[in-house]
């Protein structure tokens, strides 16, 4: 249940560490809260400082404070109910950053992720993630 | 409605033996159940119970007008390996009952097929009866809460029991349910590698 300035971690490689939300996409319902699988717009708050390699490449993934950017929500601390009538809960919000085409910007995951992923399409995540609840 | 539900209760494996075991007119003696001969010219014939013609519940007219009709359903709907579980683990005054801080490993059908974690609650609804496990996985908690009677739950096995005694096994837990676990990580940690230790 991420919304406006619910903040997350980000558990991927690109160098953000966290990030707040800012909008929800394509989400129909009125109330624009982001859950597992959702893909939402970020503002980087705090990120790794970028390395002179890559600052002097042009190609190379530069994240600092202050981007905008996407991310696909993988965890929640509010619980997601599974069809069988399981629930999940983690004890944190975690996202991992996409570009607009829904390519995931980094290379590695580290962390568990939820598998509501797969059901709503981001296979590609769930297959790269170490852990898959 | 309630003819559905009766008829989903009477097509339940265990309830034509026991309408069979009522009407069986053999001695004591014997010791499987011969029915009432229908057959002409052989005195013990056994029919299958399948055979019996269906007796409603004795009390079908009370349950048609709506007295009994939540007792009836909650004995009727689990499955049988689900009521098993229900009457001992999961029941609220039985002996043998999980009592919350016991460490369980469950299996199921779906993704994650194995989760294993300390109980810290169990939510007593009949049918609906859910537990919580909880786990750190990969520096992240992780609770998970399963339905009991659910067709996808293949199994329950307890790796600790919590028990009441004191000593070695521990205080007992003065809580039904344990959600101070998510605020103190050393005891998390301290559960969670005991638990990576026996699953190795």
Redo the contacts between chains.
Sequence with gaps: MLGLKATMTIIDNSGALLAECVNVLKRKTGHGLATVGDEIVVVVQKARPVSAVASQSATALKIRRGDVRRAVVV?TKK?VI?P?????????NAAVLINTKKELLATRI???VS?DLRMKGWGKIASIA???? | MATALLNRSLRRPGFLPSIARTLSTASASTSSATLPSTVPFVQNAIISPSAVVLQPPPRMDRILKGKGLMAHINQTLPSPQAKSLLDTLFNRSHPDRLLPGSVLSVT?Q???TN?SGVLIGVRYKGPDT?F?LRNI???????????VC?P?LKDIKVVHRAGGGGGRQGRRIRRAKLFYL?DQPAKMTAISTSIKRTQR
């Design positions: 965890r619980e599974r069988d009538g399981r629930k999940i809960r983690f004890d944190d580290n962390g568990v598998a170490p852990k898959v609840m | 199921t779906h993704a994650p989760f859910s919580t996985i990969q520096r992240t908690g992780v609770e998970m809460t399963f339905m659910s996808a998510r």
